[in-house]
């Protein structure tokens, strides 16, 4: 039998009881492999005893906690059905989640509070349980939950076939979907993420990006479990904590989205406070190399990126360091035991994965591999669609060079065609990051009654002066960006709404576009 995330964390304690595995901020408070795993047992069964059964759902609805983690494992060793929730959902969409997963708990915490309260009457069945002190009349308290319940294993039989995990999308174009892994797909992702990231025991990792989401989850916190590593959590993501704890704790190693990256590198004498980080690692949205070329020199580390999405587990491409700028606006080579197609993309249906294009040719990016979903909950057309032919139809859109590297154009949804031309909305914003007064921007297709669409671009400036008048200038002659691909209107913004991934929600930027066009 093929190893289970629940045999995996046993494996981890056997070898390392007395390792530091996690240290939470927020509580001051650490943990040992040892005193983790009592705490895990205690979760699981308290879960047994309040009903939780094999292929149940266990929701957390929680900024970055150790709790999280602990429930993550605990629902390993039961067989119940891990289900972590965007802590910045509203109202509406948590009570989405909670109909569609039916979870039987509901882990959440004192500052989620509100929202909680107004959807709990919708269901009566769920038991709410809260991480903190205070406990809401709705709900009851996780500590006396588990207090005085056994840390013995709870001794229930799994197999790697067993569902581990239910991870809803991140609804970049609407209500999101929730992606089925098995403990044997999540196991394959960690010794990956190990091999292609270098991670051993010896790391001390700071955990800044949400650990709901699969690239903090996946990629670096059950790697890091695997190989009896550290993580140091941090409630929420801020800058000059994130800073002061690289130093103070000797962290080696940390993922963060670009704009995480960009906001540390902005900081005065933050190099100074990095020496202990060997390793930075991104993802989950593309980082412009202008940006790449910045967050090297100043900080000094070395920068692996990943790219995949939720369905691929979610990590499918690594450009490791040293190709960092020789291969910059790539995202990379294939993992390991995954393979990568780009297929001509098909209108009236799935693409077929065996038309497969010539190096440099745009289009649709496929996969398949170990690491792969097994299809979206309770959706078997969407499940049939996406895995057609046994392939994951990504709707990601780009290409392949000569020497096997892949580099992500956009989403099929989100190419603009003007004038008969596609313009890949990605080279233009990578464009326009090169402007040194352009802090963030996304570029969208709107339309035009002579040319069909014409380029906008939503621009968030690092100053005020900063003119419609410049930008046209700057991209009029700009060396790598032809002139009709250049946006024909501009629109500056204080922020740009971003999904938990970093990835720009720009489903969001047309309904604005529209709104303010009407």
């Known amino acids: 039998m093929y190893a289970t995330l629940g045999s995996i964390f046993d494996h981890t304690v056997s070898l390392h009881p007395e390792r530091e595995a996690f240290v939470d901020l927020r509580r001051n408070k650490r943990w040992t492999y040892a005193q983790w795993r009592d705490d895990v047992h205690r979760l699981a069964n308290a879960l047994t005893a309040a009903g939780v059964a094999k292929g149940d759902r266990v929701s957390t609805y929680l900024f970055n906690n150790q709790e999280l983690a602990t429930a993550l494992f605990a ?140 690239a903090e989850l996946h990629c670096n916190i059950i790697p890091r479990v695997q190989a009896g590593a550290s993580s140091i959590i941090m409630h929420q993501f801020d800058p000059f904590l994130a800073l002061d704890t690289i130093e103070k704790e000797r962290v080696t190693v940390m993922f963060a989205v670009p704009t995480m990256w960009s906001m540390i590198a902005e900081i005065d004498g933050a190099q100074q406070k990095v020496k202990s980080l060997t390793r930075g690692l991104y993802g989950a949205a593309p980082m412009a190399p202008v940006l790449v070329k910045r967050v090297k020199e100043v900080l000094g580390i070395d920068l692996i990126q990943a790219y995949g999405q939720t369905e691929m587990g979610p990590a499918i491409t690594f450009l490791s360091e040293e190709d960092q700028l020789t291969k910059a606006g790539s995202a990379g080579q294939p993992a390991y035991n995954h393979e990568i197609r780009v297929v001509r993309p098909n209108e009236d249906g799935p693409s077929e994965p065996e038309d497969v294009l010539a190096p440099f040719e745009v289009g649709e990016i496929i996969v398949r591999g170990p690491s792969v979903m097994e299809g979206y909950f309770q959706r078997e057309d969407a499940t049939e669609k996406a ?104 629109r500056f913004v204080e922020e740009l709404p971003r999904n938990a991934s970093g990835k720009i929600q720009k489903f969001l930027l047309r309904e604005q576009y529209r709104e303010l066009s009407s």
Request: hydrophobic share 35%; glycine share 6%.
């Open 75 to 214: 629902c390993a060793k039961i067989g119940a059905i891990f289900n972590p929730i965007n802590f910045r959902l509203k109202a509406e969409e948590l009570a989405f989640i909670l109909e569609d997963a039916k979870p039987e708990v509901v882990l959440f915490e004192e500052v989620l509070e509100g929202v909680v309260q107004a959807i709990a009457p919708q269901f009566p069945a769920v038991q709410f349980w809260t991480i903190d002190d205070k406990t809401p009349s709705f709900a009851k308290n996780y500590h006396e939950q588990i207090a005085g319940t056994s840390t013995e294993d709870p001794g229930v039989d799994m197999e790697e076939s067993d569902t581990y995990a239910i991870m809803y999308t991140s609804g970049t174009t609407g209500r999101p979907k929730g992606v089925i892994h098995r403990h044997r797909s999540m196991a394959e992702q960690s010794m990956m993420c190990i091999a292609m990231l270098k991670t051993t025991k010896n790391d001390v990792g700071l955990v800044a990006a949400p650990m709901f989401h699969c």
């Open 387 to 490: 895995l057609y032919k046994g392939w994951y139809h990504s709707s990601d859109l780009g290409y392949m060079d000569e020497q096997g590297y892949l580099y992500v154009a956009d989403r099929v949804d989100d190419m603009i065609i003007s004038g008969g031309e596609n313009i890949y909305p990605r080279e233009v914003e990578d464009a326009l990051h090169g402007h040194d007064k352009v802090q963030d921007v996304a570029v969208l297709g709107v339309p035009d009654e002579k040319w069909g669409e014409s380029v906008l671009a939503f621009v968030v400036s690092k100053d005020p002066s900063l003119t419609e008048q410049d930008l046209e200038e700057y991209c009029v002659n700009h060396e790598n960006l032809a002139r009709y691909k250049r946006p024909r209107s501009y």
